[in-house]
């Protein structure tokens, strides 16, 4: 993971270690960015500190990792991702993570239902799969993000094998850690909702200034509240209790299209956060619904004027 991503994914196993007892591994500081998104971990920060954790408490320890991400609730990453309503959104929130941050290796949903979910941690090309320590690392951080969100009694099984809550040392030499078919099962009792969500926080009306027809209002305000999961037009239609066709003609006697208008959400969104939140640039493109970074500051800059660091820089002093 590069970026944002990357430097949380390292502050969340250094807690996960002090959380069990373990002596925190000393990452010197030029290799770890004073800002968060405007630099990137080296992939060799997070091998070596993986190799720590092993050392400290065995391949075992590394699922337990994840529980760390509970320290850091607050933050913005952790609440786009625990805001998600149900278990198979946080994945495919956590999909489009590894998208957005070019991730080499990503998480395959292979099949699901309201009680559990069978995944694949694979990698894009041929020969490079993450071995047993990266993947260990993810199902717990996935893990711990799930109870974030609110389900309960949440478990992980390879085969047979429990792997959350807690490996046991004898499982981790069983063969079906060797066999790449093998699946990841995650299994929850309930999901608890939470009174307040991510949603929630964000703006309902950045499209009722102007001179906006009525339509393209309610279609543009009801992307802006679904960015996290790239809102489509059937489901916006049915959000307004419209059906996709006659929305879509109602857009083309105005003027407009679909697209056009998620485009203009994703964009005002992002103006929104660069004024008016700390997040770092690599955040704020991930949570405006951005393909990637470069594709936020090319769209960003071509349809604002300014690059969206010079848009923070000129606009949000003092703020």
């Given at each position: 993971?590069?970026e944002f991503?990357?430097?949380?994914?390292?502050?969340?196993?250094?807690r996960?270690?002090?959380?069990?007892?373990?002596?925190s591994?000393?990452?010197?500081?030029?290799?770890?960015?004073?800002?968060?998104?405007?630099?990137?971990?080296?992939?060799?920060?997070?091998?070596?500190?993986?190799?720590h954790?092993?050392?400290?408490?065995?391949?075992?320890?590394?699922?337990?990792?994840?529980?760390?991400?509970?320290?850091?609730?607050?933050?913005?990453?952790?609440?786009?991702?625990?805001?998600?309503?149900?278990?198979?959104?946080?994945?495919?929130?956590w999909?489009?993570?590894?998208?957005y941050?070019?991730?080499?290796?990503?998480?395959?949903?292979?099949?699901?239902s309201?009680?559990?979910l069978?995944?694949?941690?694979r990698?894009?090309?041929?020969?490079?799969?993450?071995?047993?320590?990266?993947?260990?690392?993810v199902?717990?951080?996935?893990?711990g993000?799930?109870?974030?969100?609110?389900?309960?009694?949440v478990?992980?099984?390879?085969?047979?094998?429990?792997?959350?809550?807690?490996?046991?040392?004898?499982?981790?030499?069983e063969?079906?850690?060797?066999?790449?078919k093998?699946?990841?099962?995650?299994?929850?009792?309930?999901?608890?909702?939470?009174?307040?969500?991510?949603?929630?926080?964000?703006?309902?009306?950045?499209?009722?200034?102007?001179?906006?027809?009525?339509?393209?209002?309610?279609?543009?305000?009801?992307?802006?509240?679904?960015?996290?999961?790239?809102?489509?037009?059937?489901?916006?239609?049915?959000?307004?209790?419209s059906?996709?066709?006659?929305?879509?003609?109602?857009?083309?006697?105005?003027g407009?299209?679909?697209?056009?208008?998620?485009?203009?959400?994703?964009?005002?969104?992002?103006?929104?956060?660069?004024?008016?939140?700390?997040?770092?640039?690599?955040?704020?493109?991930?949570?405006?619904?951005?393909?990637?970074?470069?594709?936020?500051?090319?769209?960003?800059r071509?349809?604002v004027?300014?690059?969206?660091?010079?848009?923070?820089?000129?606009?949000?002093?003092?703020?």
């Open positions: 993971m590069s991503a990357s430097l949380a994914m390292v502050r969340v196993l250094e996960g270690l002090s959380e069990l007892g373990m002596r591994h000393r990452i010197h500081n030029k290799d770890v960015p004073e800002t968060p998104g405007e630099a990137t971990v080296a992939l060799d920060v997070k091998r070596a500190l993986l190799a954790a092993i050392r400290e408490g065995g391949v075992t320890c590394l699922v337990r990792l994840g529980r760390g991400v509970h320290h850091f609730s607050d933050e913005p990453t952790h609440r786009a991702m625990t805001s998600a309503s149900t278990p198979i959104e946080l994945l495919q929130r999909q489009r993570l590894e998208k941050i070019h991730s080499l290796h990503r998480v395959e949903v292979l099949e699901g309201e009680n559990h069978s995944v694949a941690h990698s894009k090309c041929a020969g490079m799969e993450p071995d047993l320590a990266e993947s260990l690392v199902v717990g951080v996935l893990a993000l799930l109870e974030a969100m609110g389900a309960v009694d478990t992980v099984h390879r085969g047979a094998i429990p792997v959350y809550p807690q490996l046991l040392e004898q499982d981790a030499a063969p079906v850690w060797l066999d790449p093998s699946a990841w099962v995650f299994r929850w009792s309930a999901v608890q909702k939470k009174p307040e969500s991510w949603a929630d926080s964000t703006p309902s009306n950045l499209f009722d200034a102007g001179d906006w027809p009525l339509v393209a209002k309610q279609v543009g305000n009801a992307c802006v509240k679904d960015l996290m999961s790239t809102p489509t037009l059937s489901g916006v239609a049915h959000r307004l209790a059906s996709p066709r006659s929305l879509q003609r109602r857009l083309s006697e105005a407009l299209s679909y697209s056009q208008l998620l485009g203009e959400a994703r964009r005002r969104m992002a103006a929104w956060r660069l004024l008016t939140s700390p997040a770092s640039l690599s955040e704020v493109g991930f949570f405006s619904g951005y393909a990637d970074q470069a594709h936020f500051t090319r769209d960003f071509k349809r004027g300014l690059t969206p660091a010079q848009y923070r820089k000129e606009f949000a002093t003092g703020r």
